[in-house]
């Protein structure tokens, strides 16, 4: 039963004034919760999206993509990453090096996950760069892949995604569907909205990789593994 | 502002390409210390994390007063000049290209940012009355004009919650304020021919500037530093959950 309705109006107000049911008042819309995941603090922060006073830049290229306010996509600067935030806006930034990253002319070890990354990766902004380090709802990757010249769009986010189990394969067809509506893609076309498992939990996983569709980043190693839940043409 | 060749301004024009991207590379050189906070205005963000960029308002350039009233673009009808007097006594040579019903137009910088020349980024702000003060607003496009060899940009922003905080684009803005194409012209002074890109090309430019100044600005004592090994180290934010693997 819904609180709201069962209690008479000025009861409600009275009960509000008091402060004795603060979560109805406080609590966001439950819609964009079911939509797009609810708030998160960001699992961890990179050792450098934080200044040595704990502050987190924000990047200088950021945009919050609304109906009213879309985004304009480059795809000079691509690839992006993309956060549902709060209000259910798409926080989005280009990755770009970070003013207090460096670069890694002979690759490293990511300390968080123990992921080799290659030679000359250079740190980059990312989700934390787009949210300033606040709570956020399910996030990704916008790729522009020239082969299709499209935007592929994807859970990749280890900030936001990996490893929450209310971050569901329909909440991301959920925010791709509101990015196609808010971001204007710099006249390339919508690709492939791509559910990586390994940014899911554990049993979602066990569960994908039984899909008779399930695709590959790297079909010679088996390695990043993906479902492909909407084509472009079929948004 | 910069020195760009002509023929490279055009190409970067007829291919959509911001300017900051045809600009020689190479490292910035900031002023001293001193004189960083009265110019770059180092203790003001240029981002905000509404996606608002800070300008900080350095001089009006004219134009009407509050909005009468609000059309269905979310613009005003302006009425008169406010500040005409200030600004007439500063800047005489505007005056002859300042429309008699202008909208309101102020020129500032945007913080923490700095072009090839070592000069911050100018923004057009439309829609705002309040000299030295700090207005939020939109980036919606790119003006840029070659005079005397030399190539000058401004930033349009239009503060979100101002009379025109409803215009996502140029032409919007523009189509709801005819007197802005005289403004537009005032803001590099009178008689100005000025190209004109869009919102893409504004974000670009903005982000390649305020990237360059904090490149510039933060130095290798400001970082964390690697491990022993050349890896990162594992960093715990206060405000993250840290759930690494």
């Not at chain 1, 936001?160 to 209310?166: I, L």
């Not at chain 2, 613009?75 to 007097?85: E, G, L, N, P």
């Not at chain 2, 979100?160 to 005289?182: H, N």
Request: proline letters at 9%; aromatic letters at 6%.
């Amino acid at each position: 039963m819904n609180l709201r309705h069962a209690l008479c109006r000025p009861a409600l107000a009275a009960l509000l004034g008091l402060g004795l049911i603060p979560a109805l008042a406080l609590t966001p819309p439950a819609s964009l919760d079911n939509l797009y995941g609810v708030l998160v603090r960001p699992a961890y922060l990179k050792y450098y999206e934080a200044d040595l006073q704990g502050r987190v830049p924000i990047s200088p290229y950021l945009q919050v993509a609304s109906h009213a306010f879309p985004a304009c996509l480059d795809r000079a600067l691509a690839p992006y990453d993309w956060v549902i935030n709060a209000d259910g806006n798409v926080a989005v930034v280009p990755e770009t090096p970070h003013p207090y990253g460096h670069a890694f002319p002979k690759g490293y070890t990511r300390p968080e996950d123990h992921s080799w990354h290659q030679p000359g990766t250079v740190d980059s902004y990312g989700h934390a760069g787009a949210m300033g380090g606040q709570a956020g709802r399910i996030g990704g990757e916008l790729i522009y892949e020239a082969a299709t010249g499209s935007w592929a769009i994807s859970n990749k986010s280890a900030h936001y995604s990996r490893k929450n189990p209310d971050r569901t394969p329909d909440q991301l067809v959920n925010a791709a569907r509101l990015i196609r509506q808010v971001m204007d893609p710099d006249g390339a076309g919508w690709g492939e909205v791509r559910y990586l498992l390994g940014y899911g939990t554990p049993g979602l996983k066990a569960r994908l990789e039984q899909d008779p569709h399930l695709e590959y980043q790297n079909p010679a190693k088996k390695t990043g593994a993906f479902v492909v839940l909407e084509t472009g043409a079929s948004l | 502002m910069s020195a760009l060749p002509r023929p490279a301004l055009y190409l970067a024009l007829l291919l959509g390409l911001p300017m900051a991207a045809l600009q020689p590379p190479g490292p910035i050189q900031l002023p001293a210390q001193a004189v960083l906070e009265s110019r770059f205005l180092v203790a003001t963000c240029a981002m905000n994390p509404d996606a608002t960029l800070n300008v900080v308002i350095d001089r009006l350039l004219g134009g009407g007063g509050e909005p009468a009233r609000q059309n269905t673009m979310g613009t005003s009808s302006v009425a008169r000049h406010i500040a005409s007097k200030q600004h007439n006594r500063e800047h005489p040579d505007d005056v002859e290209a300042m429309p008699e019903s202008a909208p309101c137009l102020a020129l500032g910088r945007i913080p923490r940012s700095i072009l090839a020349t070592g000069e911050p980024v100018t923004a057009l702000v439309v829609g705002t009355s309040r000299p030295g003060a700090t207005v939020r607003g939109r980036a919606l496009g790119l003006l840029t004009r070659i005079q005397d060899g030399r190539t000058e940009y401004r930033v349009v922003v239009v503060p979100p919650d101002g009379p025109c905080g409803r215009c996502t684009t140029l032409d919007q803005l523009e189509a709801a304020i005819p007197e802005l194409r005289a403004g537009f012209r005032l803001a590099f002074g009178p008689a100005a021919g000025t190209a004109r890109q869009g919102r893409k090309e504004a974000v670009h430019f903005v982000g390649d500037a305020v990237s360059a100044f904090e490149g510039a600005l933060v130095q290798e004592s400001d970082k964390r530093q690697l491990g022993k090994d050349g890896n990162p180290v594992l960093y715990r934010w206060p405000g993250a959950r840290n759930a690494a693997d």
